[in-house]
């Protein structure tokens, strides 16, 4: 029955695509037609589907395939809940899912102000969500019938509900890395709102570009979910890496893993879009550069999951082996050719005559802040793929690893740290270099003091204090002009200073919550700087009452201790940690046993304080002995939570009503 309600579900939500598309493509051509009932279909098919995908696991439901191969009864909450999009079909529907919400938000913002800019937009999305609801119809259904069952999952399946179904008597399970730590049930979500949010300004770029409808207005509308899906992105990103960092066992926090890179790559081309769409809106350039950005940001999220789900590459990530690989490559192919083909019919209409004045101005700023993160970018995707590429023409594997990403992309990293840095104080059209140093000469010393302070008392890795100094110089800069703008309407007004940054928030939270954001970037750089370069780690064996001396700790291993749980068992090691003779805690670094797997998942223990994290993993362990990896990260926390201020800095944006006015920023003074 559920089998039926879900391919149900799946259908109704294809045939609303369907007529989102056709419905949209008929308004934007002047057609009195009314959009509220295909995306109420759409929007109700994609909610069923995922309620009755989440129905069938939480009811043991292993007639279902997906559930068979997928959950078990043993799968504890929240991982249960998490099942229905740990695998490729269930992240297809919620895939689906986010895109009917966004469509839904955007029907609604239509329906304040109809035209056929935003109809097209919603054709545009209803094309898109046709592919993936189909996809879910055919090559990724979820909701096959089992017709064939094994001990623990489904050897043969028909996507006919009605057929005789034969379910095992319980399921496979998630794998056991998907069921290891709580951050697996709220990371692809986020990620997943930060993806597909950027199909919005896709399609409104694309509307613009088929109405021959250039300029801002493009732009302006579809700005806040531009913000809100960036928003989202840098929290799914930062908290896979948290995932990474508190899961894998190897004491670090990003590798260059091809998935990482391919949520990583969106992310840069959106912040440049981002970035380049306030220069045309203040000043009418850049204008074809947009529309290139745009349909970039959105052919690398079908690039980024055809890496994670396609099975092409070897990845943490890479759980599935699917024929949806070549749909997606083709989707991707059909994005690409079509968008590039119509933004090449349209050259002469995007093409603008506004120029840049200087390259010392805002202007000249914003550009090189889109060529760094341009040419970053690319030097991702040629590392992420190349392998790929190599091995599919000539047969030959190879491995592009860290040392190749960071080589290139540190420079990149220094560069981008000072554009944003002195990219906010210069003046639009010509900054004169006497008002650009007035604005700048203070965050310099205090960059510059601080830079000093940190060699002098923590490292002198010359790595470590060039970042303190760009970083600081970065949130000086911020902080400064903040404390200038509020301080001068205090005087003035006769007001407190704290109700002054306030209405400074409020007066314009776009360009404010994009200084937070580049504090929290300038914040990640500095917990990079020392964990990457001052961080320390060993491999020791010891036998209960040994104590061993790392890092100004004195880690003591007790006893080991066993414990079983319905889903799994865990063998770890109890240690107790104290310095200078205080006792600070005990850490209890594990390893876990799933039924589904032979292989031990680990589960690191991490203390963290202010001065960083100490990080314990088991690599193996007897009755006897046990053999432990420890990490010192200096500053490790850094990250976390500069990665939550700069997501933080989308959100305060997305509260100003930018789509509905001229992008302003406050004077300087």
């Known amino acids: 029955m559920l089998s039926f309600l879900g391919l149900l579900a799946v259908l109704t939500g294809l045939a609303g695509a369907i007529a989102v598309t056709v419905q949209g493509a008929r308004s934007a051509a002047g057609k009195s037609v009314s959009l509220r009932r295909p995306v109420a279909i759409l929007t109700g098919g994609a909610v069923a589907a995922m309620l009755v995908l989440e129905t069938a696991i939480l009811a043991n439901d292993f007639t279902v395939r997906y559930v068979a191969d997928h959950h078990s009864r043993n799968t504890p909450f929240p991982f249960n809940i998490a099942t229905g999009w740990a695998a490729l079909e269930g992240s297809i529907v919620l895939w689906g899912l986010v895109l009917a919400g966004y469509t839904w938000a955007t029907h609604r913002r239509y329906e304040r102000a109809p035209d056929g800019l935003g109809a097209a937009a919603l054709a545009v999305m209803g094309l898109v969500a046709v592919f993936f609801f189909g996809v879910m119809a055919t090559i990724a259904n979820p909701f096959e019938t089992c017709i064939e069952a094994a001990a623990r999952s489904c050897l043969d399946s028909s996507p006919i509900p009605f057929v005789s179904a034969s379910a095992p008597a319980d399921g496979f399970g998630p794998n056991p890395l998907l069921q290891n730590h709580i951050l697996m049930a709220i990371h692809p979500p986020m990620l997943y709102l930060g993806y597909i949010g950027l199909t919005v300004p896709f399609a409104y770029g694309i509307a613009a570009l088929a109405l021959g409808r250039p300029g801002t207005a493009w732009l302006v509308e579809s700005k806040r979910s531009t913000t809100v899906a960036w928003s989202f992105l840098t929290l799914g990103i930062v908290l896979g890496s948290w995932w990474a960092y508190e899961v894998l066992s190897w004491g670090g926090w990003w590798a260059w893993d091809p998935v990482e890179n391919a949520s990583f790559m969106p992310w840069l081309i959106a912040t440049a879009f981002l970035h380049s769409s306030l220069v045309q809106i203040r000043r009418g350039m850049l204008q074809s550069w947009n529309f290139v950005l745009v349909i970039s940001a959105f052919a690398l999220t079908i690039l980024g999951t055809f890496l994670t789900r396609s099975g092409t590459i070897e990845s943490v990530h890479s759980f599935t082996q699917s024929a949806i690989g070549p749909a997606l490559l083709g989707f991707l192919a059909l994005i690409l050719v079509g968008s590039f083909s119509l933004f090449a019919l349209r050259a002469t209409a995007v093409a603008q005559p506004s120029r840049l004045d200087s390259l010392s101005s805002r202007e000249g700023a914003f550009l090189l802040n889109n060529l760094l993160l341009t040419v970053y970018a690319i030097v991702v995707l040629v590392g992420t793929i190349y392998p790929i590429v190599l091995e599919a023409y000539s047969g030959d594997r190879v491995t592009v690893g860290a040392p190749f990403f960071d080589r290139l992309t540190a420079p990149l990293s220094f560069g981008l740290l000072l554009a944003m840095g002195v990219g906010p104080v210069m003046p639009w059209r010509l900054a004169r270099a006497e008002v650009v140093w007035r604005r700048i000469h203070g965050p310099l010393q205090t960059g510059l003091a601080a830079a000093a302070i940190t060699a002098v008392a923590l490292t002198r890795v010359g790595w470590v204090v060039a970042v303190v100094a760009t970083s600081v110089f970065l949130i000086s800069v911020a902080v400064r002009h903040a404390w200038v703008q509020a301080s001068h309407a205090s005087r003035v007004k006769k007001t407190s200073l704290v109700a002054e940054f306030r209405r400074l928030f409020q007066r314009d939270p776009g360009y404010w919550g994009g200084q937070v954001s580049h504090i929290g970037v300038a914040v990640i750089a500095i917990g990079i700087a020392f964990a990457t370069n001052l961080s320390t780690n060993t491999q020791v064996s010891v036998v209960p009452g040994d104590v061993v001396q790392f890092d100004g700790y004195e880690l003591t291993y007790t006893a080991p ?9 865990v063998q770890g090691a109890r240690i107790l940690v104290a310095k200078d003779g205080k006792q600070l805690d005990v850490l209890e670094p594990s390893l876990n ?77």
């Open 561 to 569: 201790f066993l414990q079983r749980y319905p889903n799994r068992e």
């Open 593 to 669: 046993i799933f039924a589904n797997s032979s292989t031990a998942i680990g589960s690191p223990a991490v203390r963290t304080s202010l001065g960083g994290d100490l990080y314990l993993s088991v690599r193996a362990i007897d009755p006897e002995s046990v053999t432990l990896r420890l990490d010192a990260s200096p500053m490790q926390w850094l990250l976390w939570f500069g990665g939550m201020v700069t997501a933080a800095g989308g959100f305060v944006s997305y509260r100003g009503r930018l789509a509905a006015r001229r992008d302003r920023e406050p004077s300087l003074v």
